[in-house]
């Protein structure tokens, strides 16, 4: 499995990058790596973070005023 | 599918239009391959009657045109007339706030957006327009989407893009003019009525003594209730886990409601139209006064996956089972226009029927507003606005299809209206024998024993017949059967999307409301203000509950009656988004390019009037609202009761909901000609002037580098890799899992 040049080697590297795009995909369209974008931000700047439950709090709050329209 | 769109040999889109003279051998072989698989697709379905034919043909002359239409014509819109500048920052890059304004990667970016453009339009849309046959929807919902639909929703999402962001009425008025911007407003708002009820229509008819469907479907709100409370307590933020948590529960939803329909609570939940308008009419008001987070938002990420999911599960098993072609090219119905499924003739009718799938005013309000606050750069509204419109447009090409592969006297028996089917298999049988299918009274009885619904007769609204479309497809491609499961999941992910539209809608139609009473009153404005919360989602609910009332207990056939002013509402709201291009391109200079949005805008315009004209003064009262109300007036002063009718509270209503049909269809009709108008005094002065200033926002340099399409090219690479190492450590919206 760990042969890079082995056909099956590159089946399995295949397979575990189109699963770390699904996943990557998937957390960004649903919004929940907007977290890791935050600690990221406030490491970079060095505040300290709030609490998760704050977070999300925030951001729902924020969709509160923004309506999504959803088409026919 | 977007397997088709990525070939972009061209390369160079950052730098702007392509590299001119020199093409490589291998795009200029790849695109003439393209362009033969789908000529030779489109002559086999031009030329081959009275055969069987694979409804792979359609497919695949769908997406070569696709791919082509994106390539070739996408491009030239993109560069040559809009002359999009990736050295100029979006609104996202400049604004951004992390709430609306928000750069977001391009495929995510294109996931939103198709997920609020699609919807149950170009699903049910094609599956009336197959009584037309399946020739005049696959032109149409092809030729459209390229020269038309997939052009507005690109020039918008532009425009809006330049202008900050602006909704389509705010742009109206600032460029077009006051009177104008009113009468779009207006318009924006009652075709939104219209088609919130004309939604909830569909739903009523797939559920309407339908146990199974109403247990599932009923069921989705405790799940995504629990979803919402999961989000906000549980588990913070966990979208991924609450998802597939709530996935899991809706299946196991559908699974369980075959399990209760022989029970008492099967009975129980054996509703009648009428209960469930009520039903309906109070979850919109519900949904739009409790806080987005408990419903709203867990019940879209359960829809969206649902829709996502189906329409890749419905591309792979139309290629695994490769269903053969029912219908016939083209019906007498299309030349004769005495179709049982819709009233009227081929043109303008099933340009109005097949509502979203091929142009869609809807999607306007969508590429304004919303989308162009998240764009990266300027080139990717080509991926996003074009794009997303073609895969829309791939949405109907599969619908088409699902009703064209089932027994077409069960198409009939299925969508004809009771009036005419007379409501049990045995009259149904020898309804469609007379239309001339060999279609017996055993095969209705045991084409709903299959999917195990107590009878499939006038299941009107198109999502039925979808359903049993898509459960033939499913369980061919899957093998073993389970036609009512898949019966019922179809149904179940129809109604879900729906609901999700009527709840988002009614949310959006308040906040408008809000917004408009708020510029004479300003507390009703605030939309945090609870009493004023309520009134206006009471007002709108109201409104789009009294026309699906109407629409529900309409003697001649609820869908019938509507859904041709829904069609004509949604395709005069396109009307008035492509005036808006025409306007802004000939206002920018560009008036030997307006040709682009000016040729779909006539030709939309030419459909609506005739239609509406149709609609308001045929002679023909299978046609004309008023006409038909007269004849019925006729008769009710001679004391006859006229069929369907049976009584003369029946005659009394078929009277009253046709005038009113008649004058909604005449109010649109003339908004939109308002509109039309003074453009055209706008589009005057701009040429006699060689251009006018518009509200376009001047430029910013940007500082962002990304791809423009789907895939980067190498060129794209480096520019990003240089990037990169200039500006240090990425933004974390990285390509890392590409290189």
């Not at chain 2, 069921?219 to 549980?234: D, Q, S």
């Not at chain 2, 004023?532 to 109201?542: C, H, L, R, T």
Request: hydrophobic share 50%.
């Amino acid at each position: 499995m760990t042969a890079v040049d082995s056909p099956a080697g590159a089946v399995w590297t295949a397979t575990v990058r189109a699963w770390r795009g699904l996943h990557w995909y998937l957390k960004e369209f649903t919004g929940e790596a907007r977290w890791d974008d935050y600690l990221r931000d406030c490491a970079e700047h060095g505040h300290a973070p709030m609490s998760r439950y704050e977070f999300e709090r925030a951001r729902s709050d924020a969709a509160e005023k923004n309506p999504v329209s959803r088409c026919c | 599918m977007s397997g088709t769109i990525t070939t972009d040999a061209g390369g160079s889109s950052a730098a702007g239009p392509a590299t001119g003279g020199r093409r490589s051998v291998k795009s200029v072989l790849i695109w003439t391959a393209v362009a033969i698989v789908g000529a030779v697709c489109w002559t086999v379905l031009a030329l081959v009657r009275g055969e069987t034919v694979s409804a792979l043909w359609i497919l695949f002359a769908a997406l070569c045109s696709y791919a082509i239409g994106y390539r070739f014509y996408a491009r030239f819109i993109t560069y040559k007339v809009l002359r999009v500048d990736d050295n100029r920052a979006t609104p996202a890059e400049r604004l951004e706030n992390g709430v609306d304004f928000d750069v977001t990667d391009r495929r995510v970016l294109f996931g939103h957006h198709f997920a609020a453009i699609a919807g149950a339009g170009p699903l049910v849309g094609p599956v009336l327009a197959a009584q037309m046959g399946y020739l005049p929807g696959t032109i149409w919902i092809v030729v459209g989407v390229i020269f038309a639909g997939a052009v507005q929703d690109l020039t918008v999402l532009f425009f809006s893009m330049r202008r900050n962001g602006k909704s389509l009425g705010q742009m109206v008025r600032e460029e077009i003019g006051m009177v104008g911007g009113v009468a779009a407003l207006i318009a924006v708002f009652a075709i939104m009525i219209i088609i919130l009820a004309v939604l909830a229509l569909i739903v009523v008819n797939a559920l309407a003594e339908s146990p199974w469907g109403v247990f599932s479907i009923g069921l989705t709100i405790p799940i995504a209730l629990f979803m919402g409370v999961y989000l906000r307590r549980l588990r913070p933020g966990r979208v991924l886990e609450a998802t597939a948590i709530g996935v899991a529960l809706l299946l196991l939803a559908i699974v369980s409601g075959g399990w209760i329909q022989d029970t008492g609570l099967g009975d129980a939940l054996t509703l009648s139209k009428e209960w469930l308008v009520l039903a309906l009419v109070v979850y919109g008001f519900v949904a739009s006064v409790l806080p987005v987070w408990l419903l709203l938002t867990p019940r879209d990420y359960l829809s969206t996956f649902m829709k996502i999911g189906v329409i890749v599960l419905l591309a792979i098993s139309l290629i695994v089972a490769r269903p053969v072609l029912q219908a016939e090219a083209v019906t007498d119905f299309a030349k004769e226009g005495t179709g049982p499924v819709f009233a009227g003739s081929l043109f303008p009718f099933v340009f109005i029927t097949i509502a979203c799938g091929a142009l869609s005013g809807f999607h306007a309000l969508i590429s304004s507003g919303t989308t162009p606050k998240m764009v990266a750069k300027e080139s990717q509204v080509r991926l996003i606005g074009y794009g997303g419109m073609l895969m829309e447009s791939f949405v109907a090409i599969s619908a088409l299809i699902a009703a064209c592969v089932i027994d077409q006297g069960l198409y009939f028996a299925m969508n004809s209206p009771a009036g005419a089917t007379g409501g049990t298999v045995e009259s149904a049988a020898a309804f469609v024998q007379g239309l001339g299918f060999d279609t017996t009274s055993q095969d209705l009885a045991a084409a709903s024993a299959a999917v195990q619904e107590d009878s499939l007769v006038s299941r009107t609204g198109g999502a039925p017949a979808l359903a049993v479309g898509l459960a033939q497809v499913f369980s061919q491609a899957f093998g073993g059967g389970g036609q009512a499961f898949w019966y019922h999941f179809a149904l179940m992910f129809e109604a879900l999307f729906i609901l999700t539209a009527v709840d988002a809608g009614t949310r959006v139609g308040r906040f408008m409301l809000q917004d408009t009473i708020g510029n004479v009153w300003k507390r009703f404005g605030d939309l945090s203000w609870r009493p004023g919360n309520i009134i206006a989602s009471a007002v709108v609910v109201a409104l789009w509950g009294s026309v699906l009332y109407i629409g529900v207990t309409d003697p001649l056939g609820g869908v019938n009656q509507l859904f041709p002013l829904f069609g004509i509402a949604n395709q005069l709201l396109a009307a008035i988004a492509l005036t808006l291009g025409t306007v802004l391109l000939v206002k920018h200079g560009k008036l030997r390019y307006a040709w682009v949005t000016a040729i779909p805008l006539a030709w939309d315009l030419v459909v609506t009037m005739t239609a509406s004209f149709q609609k308001i003064f045929s002679g023909d009262p299978r046609v004309g609202y008023f006409t038909q109300a007269n004849v019925y007036r006729d008769a009710q002063n001679a004391r006859e009761v006229l069929a369907p009718a049976q009584d003369q509270g029946q005659m009394d209503q078929i009277i009253f909901n046709s005038t009113l049909n008649g004058v909604l269809q005449a109010f649109f009709a003339l908004l939109v000609l308002v509109v039309a108008v003074h453009a055209a005094l706008v589009i005057a002065r701009a040429i006699r002037a060689n251009g006018l200033p518009t509200t376009e926002e001047p430029p910013v340099p940007s500082r962002i580098v990304e791809p423009a399409g789907l895939f980067p090219t190498a060129e794209e690479k480096r520019a990003m890799a240089e990037n990169e190492r200039l500006v240090g450590a990425g933004t974390g919206r990285s390509e890392a899992e590409e290189q």
